[in-house]
């Protein structure tokens, strides 16, 4: 019984920002679509609580003496942590910024000023890959040897284990295994993974491309680059 109660309990969300205004309108919205929500005023109040009960954070860059930037390397570098996703919130909007937040393995990178509807809809939208593993076997996969994606509960496979992608991580990954043989360009990849951005730069896919090879290992080699072409999955 206890089991079947613990499945049931709503997402629980983190987040990490010194504007306790923001904090505090934040956490409101959020407990109202029925998350789970704890704050936490700066990076070292962060790692004083037991992070790994959390199912996604929401950082910001700019704090004190810890960043986020620097909380988000300690979280993905702990085995107990590194698989639960991040969301950056930040006045940080420049290209460089952003590049460096998705390297470091965030899920998603929003800029302030933000309006509470869309951070809403980013967490909904990460949190949706994240469905137990025991499910996989029922649902249609894409295949490559030991590599499966299911893309009806966003998971990937690798010889076995669960290895978790981010959005765009997963979604790279998914057209590559749809479309085994075919190389894409960057253009035609920024086109069908980033639609709805307007504001997406080339190294943008260069830094997922390299972080998912990374993820799925010996399967990354079979990601290949034909220069001045783009990339594709060799079979």
């Known amino acids: 019984?206890?089991?079947?109660?613990?499945?049931?309990?709503?997402?629980?969300?983190?987040?990490?920002?010194?504007?306790?205004t923001l904090c505090e309108a934040l956490r409101f919205n959020i407990e109202?679509?029925?998350?789970?929500?704890?704050?936490?005023?700066?990076?070292?109040?962060a790692l004083s609580l037991d992070l790994s009960a959390y199912s996604l954070f929401l950082l910001d860059v700019m704090m004190g003496e810890i960043s986020g930037t620097?909380?988000?390397?300690?979280?993905?570098?702990?085995?107990?942590?590194?698989?639960?996703?991040?969301?950056?919130?930040?006045?940080?909007?420049?290209?460089?910024?952003?590049?460096?937040?998705?390297?470091?393995?965030?899920?998603?990178?929003?800029?302030?000023?933000?309006?509470?509807?869309?951070?809403?809809?980013r967490i909904r939208a990460v949190l949706r890959r994240t469905v137990p593993a025991e499910n996989a076997d029922s649902q249609q996969s894409l295949e490559f040897n030991g590599l499966k994606v299911f893309p009806e509960s966003k998971q990937c496979m690798v010889d076995g284990n669960e290895v978790r992608l981010p959005k765009k991580e997963f979604e790279i990954l998914s057209l590559m295994l749809a479309n085994k043989g075919k190389i894409f360009?960057?253009?035609?990849?920024?086109?069908?993974?980033?639609?709805?951005?307007?504001?997406?730069?080339?190294?943008?896919?260069?830094?997922?491309?390299?972080?998912?090879?990374?993820?799925?290992?010996?399967?990354?080699?079979?990601?290949?680059?034909?220069?001045?072409?783009?990339?594709?999955?060799?079979?």
């Open 1 to 20: 019984m206890e089991e079947d109660i613990e499945k049931e309990r709503p997402a629980r969300i983190l987040i990490v920002d010194d504007e306790e």
């Open 32 to 45: 109202e679509e029925g998350f789970e929500v704890d704050v936490a005023y700066s990076a070292e109040e």
């Open 70 to 121: 620097q909380l988000a390397k300690i979280i993905k570098n702990r085995e107990d942590t590194g698989n639960i996703p991040i969301i950056f919130c930040t006045a940080r909007d420049t290209e460089d910024e952003m590049v460096n937040g998705l390297d470091l393995g965030a899920d998603d990178y929003i800029t302030k000023p933000y309006s509470i509807r869309n951070v809403l809809a």
């Open 185 to 235: 360009s960057r253009e035609e990849l920024l086109t069908r993974i980033w639609p709805e951005q307007v504001v997406v730069v080339d190294r943008v896919v260069d830094v997922n491309i390299t972080r998912l090879r990374s993820k799925i290992g010996n399967y990354g080699r079979n990601i290949v680059t034909r220069s001045g072409y783009g990339y594709g999955f060799k079979i």
